[in-house]
């Protein structure tokens, strides 16, 4: 009676909801986040206004890190600062950055933060989603050099930025919906929620049971819509995301063009028609699952290497991998 099976991507096979979950949903970070949070011993009430300071603590993430919409906020006014002129960075701001810096490194670029120039160009997260690519020059133009963007020794604990050309612009959107779900599920641990589960448009972290039973996910296949490549069983603590071409795309001349940008080229990555990622935090799963994707079948050895599992389903439809728990591991 507890089971409920939630689709990577809100797509949902069945969803029998019970009395004993609190659900909410709330669009935040331009996609729908769903909240459920196993009752337990609470009142209703105290396990609303848990969801509420989650779902609010992801509002202000968002603001904090989106290079949309006409808000201030650090980010943006970092991507129209001066080149070479040191800005202070917001500490949390820094964090993210410092960690994105860190996992484009690790990915050989493959994950790049100073996209803002190219995705803005390409405009799958912008008011009016595209229906045609941008130029071949208008791409060239806009694509920074990989490591644009420089720190500034500073004794006094400030966190100060510069940018080497005006086409160097930070853009978070790989990873701050993972820093939002972290958030989300601290905020709700925080309330004393220990079982629950926070789906950001298939960017998912859970925590404890559903009930007497593991969480049931199912990981959408990227071509077979209502068809599932993977269904899971998983408890305790676990960030699972994917990126997928299937997520914001166009087809324009029979050819598909989608959000996930080859930092090399300024064009959509070939390798990859979806990449699933399972890490230990929602952050990591977030940026690594868009690494993966732009890497395809090469990244799977570093995943290896940095003991995530993955699910890759490469650019013919081959699937590599698996994201079930080894059998010797419980
Ligand atoms: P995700 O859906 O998490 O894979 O993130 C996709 C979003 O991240 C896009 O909408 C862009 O804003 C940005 N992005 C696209 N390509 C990359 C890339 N190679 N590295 C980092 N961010 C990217
Ligand atoms: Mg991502």
Excluded at 31 to 57: M, P, R, Y
Excluded at 289 to 295: C, H, I, K, R, Y
Aim: net charge neutral; with cysteine; proline share 5%.
């Amino acid at each position: 009676m507890f089971k409920t099976l939630i689709i990577i991507s809100l797509f949902l096979l069945t969803a029998c909801s019970s009395p004993a979950d609190v659900q909410d949903t709330r669009f935040i970070m331009g996609t729908l986040v769903k909240f459920t949070v196993v009752k337990g011993g609470h009142d209703q009430d105290d396990v609303e206004a848990a969801i509420s300071s989650a779902a609010n603590e992801m509002q202000r993430i968002e603001d904090m890190f989106t290079i949309y919409g006409k808000h201030p906020n650090a980010v943006k006014s970092f991507n129209a600062s001066m080149p070479n002129t040191p800005i202070v960075l917001p500490d949390e701001v820094n964090q993210l950055l410092e960690r994105s810096l860190s996992i484009q490194q690790q990915s050989n670029g493959a994950f790049s933060p100073v996209l803002g120039a190219v995705n803005l160009l390409w405009g799958f997260s912008g008011e009016h989603p595209p229906s045609a690519p941008p130029s071949a020059d208008a791409i060239r133009v806009a694509m920074p050099a990989a490591h644009c963007i420089k720190k500034q020794p500073d004794g006094s604990g400030l966190h100060k930025w510069s940018r080497t050309h005006a086409n160097c612009q930070l853009d978070f959107g790989a990873i701050a919906k993972g820093y939002a779900i972290d958030q989300g599920i601290k905020i709700l641990k925080a309330h004393g929620m220990q079982h629950a589960i926070i789906n950001a448009g298939g960017d998912i972290r859970l925590i404890g049971k559903h009930g007497e039973r593991a969480w049931h996910i199912g990981i959408r296949h990227p071509r077979k819509q209502g068809d599932v490549v993977e269904a899971l069983n998983l408890q305790g603590d676990v960030s699972i995301v994917t990126s997928g071409d299937y997520e914001r795309f166009f087809i324009y001349k029979g050819k598909r063009y989608h959000h996930l940008i080859n930092p090399e080229t300024g064009w959509p990555a070939t390798s990859a028609q979806s990449a699933t990622i399972i890490a230990s935090s929602a952050t990591l799963a977030d940026a690594w699952s868009t690494a993966l994707f732009v890497q395809g079948q090469q990244g799977i050895k570093l995943q290896n290497h940095l003991q995530q599992k993955v699910l890759l389903i490469d650019h013919n439809g081959k699937i590599y991998g698996s994201l079930k728990p080894n059998p010797d591991s419980h």
